[in-house]
């Protein structure tokens, strides 16, 4: 079976618009000098202090377009982790439940409605792109990703919480009554845990 493609690699392809990553990461460390011709941001973008942060564009308008947008965000608001998911080239429905899921967690403490959301995450590995989002946005998200980022015979996979393990589905692109199962399947385990 073929590996879905790192992030890095569709980056250095041209097919993810930015990347994303930390001085911290074994692969940054080993690949790092391939970015060095990238417009790249270094500031205001960390996620803790352990390590350096570095987000590298396609083009410089693209950097520029983001550094306007991240002057309109808090730092580490769910605002700016929508932004830095819009950036990165993850489906706006996506982007958008996981900014909800920190407001829920981190902004407003409400935990017991942050894990009833959490409950219906699935995630999305394909091109490069890894990513979660709530399961009704399941279809969606996912003919998101096939029109942006399409390539023949690169598997497409969709993950979800079984049993405390994550299982992976894989789905043809464009195959929607395989997405629907799929979709039913997480249902029904929301379903089954609740009972």
């Known amino acids: ?10 980056f250095l392809m041209g097919l993810k618009p930015a990347l994303f ?12 000098h391939l970015y060095k011709h990238y417009p ?11 390590a350096d942060f ?3 564009f396609q083009t410089e308008q693209m950097k520029e377009e983001f550094l ?4 309109t965000v808090n730092h580490l608001s769910p605002e700016f982790h929508e932004l830095l998911g819009i950036t990165l080239g993850y489906p706006p429905l ?16 409400r935990i017991n409605e942050y894990e009833e959301l959490f409950k219906r995450k699935v995630s ?4 490069g792109i890894r990513c979660n989002g709530h399961v009704n946005d399941l279809v969606e998200n996912s003919v998101w990703i096939w029109e942006r980022y399409y390539i023949e015979d690169e598997p497409f996979k969709i993950g979800m919480i079984e049993d405390n393990i994550v299982r992976f ?17 997480k249902l029904d385990l929301i379903t089954k845990e609740q009972m």
């Open 21 to 32: 990553d930390s001085s911290n990461c074994v692969t940054f460390q080993k690949v790092s």
């Open 94 to 109: 996506a982007a958008k439940y996981f900014a909800e899921c920190r407001r829920l967690e981190e902004v407003e403490k």
């Open 40 to 50: 790249c941001v270094t500031e205001g973008i960390h996620l803790h202090e352990e």
């Open 68 to 71: 306007m947008k991240l002057a």
């Open 124 to 127: 999305f590995v394909y091109s």
């Open 54 to 56: 570095f987000l590298f």
């Open 169 to 185: 589905y894989e789905v043809k692109p464009y195959d929607f009554d395989e997405l629907e199962r799929v979709k039913q399947r």
């Open 1 to 10: 079976m073929k590996k879905p493609l790192r992030d890095y690699e569709a």
